[in-house]
């Protein structure tokens, strides 16, 4: 589900779609900078459209009249080699996007008429120059969309490159927004603590058969389609939800997909859409079963640490026995923070990038 929906030629509003910009949207906009902002979903859940819908917003909110002024930036990342990105191509399309002036040439039908040497594409000399360019063009924002092929890689001293190279993009005074799939958060993102301790994830997540808010509201989206498609009979999707929600696990996007496909299978054979075309352009169970497998992992790796308890004390009893007692004994100082509460709590700091 990219821009509209292929069934209704529109965006399909649902309960998931407005709590990402209810928060998410606001949080880019008002966040302050030095950290890295996560959109993360599953596939096909509209993570894009809310991206598409940042952008602009951000655009209009960090205007800035000085001379060369880039204040957002906003790239799409792709793969270059065998699945994955790569740090040097990163460098040069942020280059780009920035109208570097060495840079921007690099790839265009004008590459011939503006002669670089290959020597200045080496990586340390593209994050240097990247370096330069964000402070030059007083960048405030990057937005990087499917940033879950960032990870995309089993070599950890390449995962590690590729985030070292976008590293300069979140800094003391501009912020870093990403969206992606769930893979970047179970593929690499936690094994930096520097990079990861920068990180607000929001977790646009999906529609789940274990919770009844999320069946009723699957079933208003199911009742949406339904306006939109010859069916037979018209509640055949409202019969078929729990099956539904399932073959699609709880996505919206990948259910306009299912539908779309119903749809010009049942135009081909000249009728409506019935059980059985339903149920013949379901996708295939590998297909299901590889998503909700990374929907698994995605809501594994988020987990927030609340969920956890405490470690349990690593002392004997006879020991916490007589630390008790000791706590009895008249003169024992308080704990600490109780001591004197009312004392001043901490001072102001001066924060680097580095910290």
Same mark, same amino acid.
């Given at each position: 589900m990219n821009r509209i929906s292929r069934v209704t030629n529109g965006v399909i509003k649902h309960p998931l779609l407005e709590r990402a910009r209810d928060i998410f949207v606001p949080l880019c906009r008002d966040a302050t900078d030095g950290i890295v902002l996560l959109l993360l979903g599953p596939t096909q859940c509209a993570k894009s459209?809310?991206?598409?819908?940042?952008?602009?917003?951000?655009?209009?909110?960090?205007?800035?009249?000085?001379?060369?002024?880039?204040?957002?930036?906003?790239?799409?990342?792709?793969?270059?080699?065998?699945?994955?990105?790569?740090?040097?191509?990163?460098?040069?399309?942020?280059?780009?996007?920035?109208?570097?002036?060495?840079?921007?040439?690099?790839?265009?039908?004008?590459?011939?008429?503006?002669?670089?040497?290959?020597?200045?594409?080496?990586?340390s000399t593209l994050r240097i120059a990247l370096k330069e360019a964000l402070t030059y063009r007083f960048v405030r924002r990057t937005c990087l969309d499917e940033a879950h092929l960032l990870t995309r890689t089993k070599d950890p001293e390449l995962r590690a490159a590729i985030l070292e190279s976008i590293k300069s993009t979140c800094a003391i005074d501009r912020s870093l927004i990403a969206c992606g799939g769930y893979e970047m958060a179970y593929k690499?993102?936690?094994?930096?603590?520097?990079?990861?301790?920068?990180?607000?994830?929001?977790?646009?997540?999906?529609?789940?058969?274990?919770? &009844?808010?999320?069946? =009723?509201?699957? *079933?208003?989206?199911?009742k949406t389609y339904? !306006? +939109?498609?010859? #069916?037979? $009979?018209?509640?055949?999707?409202?019969?078929?939800?729990?099956?539904?929600?399932?073959?699609?696990?709880?996505?919206?996007?990948?259910?306009?997909?299912?539908?779309?496909?119903?749809?010009?299978?049942?135009?081909?054979?000249?009728?409506?859409?019935?059980?059985?075309?339903?149920?013949?352009?379901? &996708?295939?169970?590998? =297909?299901?079963? *590889?998503?909700?497998?990374?929907?698994?992992? !995605? +809501?594994?790796? #988020?987990? $927030?640490?609340?969920?956890?308890?405490?470690?349990?004390?690593?002392?004997?009893?006879?020991e916490v026995g007589r630390l008790d007692a000791k706590k009895d004994e008249p003169g024992q100082r308080s704990p600490p923070f109780q001591r004197r509460p009312n004392r001043n709590a901490a001072i102001e700091v001066a924060l680097h990038d580095d910290d």
């Open positions: 459209i809310i991206f598409q819908e940042v952008v602009p917003i951000l655009k209009n909110s960090f205007q800035d009249n000085r001379p060369g002024a880039i204040p957002i930036v906003d790239l799409q990342i792709e793969t270059v080699s065998e699945g994955r990105t790569k740090p040097k191509w990163i460098g040069i399309e942020l280059l780009k996007a920035l109208n570097h002036p060495i840079y921007k040439y690099i790839g265009s039908f004008e590459e011939n008429e503006h002669y670089f040497p290959s020597k200045g594409r080496d990586e690499g993102l936690f094994d930096s603590a520097h990079f990861c301790g920068r990180v607000i994830s929001f977790d646009f997540g999906h529609y789940s058969s274990s919770s &009844p808010h999320d069946i =009723e509201s699957w *079933a208003r989206i199911l339904s !306006g +939109k498609l010859d #069916l037979e $009979p018209k509640t055949l999707l409202l019969n078929e939800a729990t099956n539904l929600l399932h073959w699609n696990n709880g996505t919206v996007g990948l259910l306009d997909k299912h539908l779309w496909f119903c749809s010009i299978q049942a135009k081909a054979r000249h009728q409506r859409i019935d059980k059985m075309i339903l149920r013949a352009c379901a &996708p295939p169970e590998k =297909e299901r079963r *590889a998503i909700a497998e990374d929907i698994r992992k !995605g +809501k594994e790796a #988020l987990q $927030p640490s609340s969920n956890f308890a405490m470690p349990s004390a690593t002392q004997p009893s006879q």
